[in-house]
């Protein structure tokens, strides 16, 4: 069991930065795999990057070369910064866990890009 508690979210101007967190209830070492999501109105849910325990990320291409995925062991915390914003990241994001076969979700943050 882990509860996921996603922030950072927030209003900010095409070409801004904003870097997300992503609060897990207990040591993300013990998370087999970690992941960031979003959903845009009326849109699907769609990968942004996913965080393996071990290796490398897999970041989706619609933000490769704009995201940066860091984690806080200490924190239990993982965190997004995106770059060079644009109106069409604006969505939802939500954190994600697996543990097992077990899936869990944070509530989301909402990001609006906007002038």
């Known amino acids: 069991q882990v509860q996921l508690v996603e922030s950072g979210g927030g209003l900010v101007q095409p070409g801004g930065s904003l870097r997300l967190s992503c609060a897990a209830s207990?040591?993300?070492?013990?998370?087999?795999?970690m992941g960031w999501f979003r959903q845009a109105p009326g849109k699907q849910r769609e990968l942004v990057a996913t965080?393996?325990?071990?290796?490398?990320?897999n970041n989706a291409d619609s933000v490769k070369g704009r995201i940066t995925v860091s984690r806080d062991i200490v924190k239990n915390t993982v965190y997004q910064r995106m770059n060079n914003l644009e109106p069409e990241d604006t969505a939802v994001y939500y954190c994600?866990?697996?543990?097992?076969?077990?899936?869990?979700w944070g509530q989301g943050t909402q990001v609006t890009v906007s002038s």
């Open positions: 994600n866990a697996l543990m097992g076969s077990d899936d869990y």
């Open positions: 965080i393996p325990r071990t290796g490398s990320t």
């Open positions: 207990r040591s993300i070492f013990s998370i087999s795999h």
